[in-house]
T-cell receptor, first 108, second 115 residues
Framework: TQLLEQSPQFLSIQEGENLTVYCNSSSVFSSLQWYRQEPGEGPVLLVTVVTGGEVKKLKRLTFQFGDARKDSSLHITAAQPGDTGLYLCAGVNNDMRFGAGTRLTVKP | GAVVSQHPSWVICKSGTSVKIECRSLDFQATTMFWYRQFPKQSLMLMATSNEGSKATYEQGVEKDKFLINHASLTLSTLTVTSAHPEDSSFYIC???????????FGPGTRLTVT
């Protein structure tokens, strides 16, 4: 059973479209992180959110941490084929637990 | 920035043999390291927490006698898969926390294939 529920699990969209990935939990986290992973490689950190209600922007990516620090979302604007990959959220307390991941495919 | 290395990056072994995977923090010390396993098209699942100088803490369902963890120094943790079977074939990733509570540095992973 995943501590973090991530949705959708798979997403295939056309270049230029917007998308949102959700990460939900019944647990409170001291921080939450989003990673992107390419096949055969370790995950690469995109962002860390710490404060409830926090919003961070990284170019076309917007990350939000829920007020209660139990959930988060990742919004990508005008997706590009280079955004294709596995996106993972991870809740941090004494250790780090990952969501199931969202496999995004952006078609040109 | 902080770097974590893993060795080997990939290994193929025969069923019944043992395989050792190393995880090193290259420019910082880590009293704790985490070992994850990732099956194809799935997420990372925490296997165990490696503690320098003491016993590792295993997650529920992970056999401690099968997955031996040794954290002998502040920069090295090893995971030994004993009596490997094909179902142990997976991508094994380690990580080490940084100074800040939310910092975590991941290794590049080790692809294990048991034939």
């Amino acid at each position: 059973t995943q501590l973090l529920e991530q949705s959708p699990q798979f997403l295939s969209i056309q270049e230029g479209e917007n998308l949102t990935v959700y990460c939900n939990s019944s647990s409170v986290f001291s921080s939450l992180q989003w990673y992107r992973q390419e096949p055969g490689e370790g995950p690469v950190l995109l962002v860390t959110v710490v404060t409830g209600g926090e919003v961070k922007k990284l170019k076309r990516l917007t990350f939000q941490f829920g007020d209660a620090r139990k959930d988060s979302s990742l919004h990508i604007t005008a997706a590009q084929p280079g955004d294709t990959g596995l996106y993972l959220c991870a809740g941090v307390n004494n250790d780090m637990r990952f969501g199931a991941g969202t496999r995004l495919t952006v078609k040109p | 920035g902080a770097v974590v290395s893993q060795h080997p990056s990939w290994v193929i072994c025969k069923s019944g043999t043992s395989v050792k995977i190393e995880c090193r923090s290259l420019d910082f010390q880590a009293t704790t390291m985490f070992w994850y396993r990732q099956f194809p098209k799935q997420s990372l699942m925490l296997m165990a927490t490696s503690n320098e100088g003491s016993k590792a803490t295993y997650e529920q369902g992970v056999e401690k006698d099968k997955f031996l963890i040794n954290h002998a120094s502040l920069t090295l943790s090893t995971l030994t898969v004993t009596s490997a079977h094909p179902e142990d074939s997976s991508f094994y990733i380690c990580s080490a926390p940084g100074l800040a509570s939310h910092e975590q540095y991941f290794g590049p992973g080790t692809r294990l294939t048991v034939t």
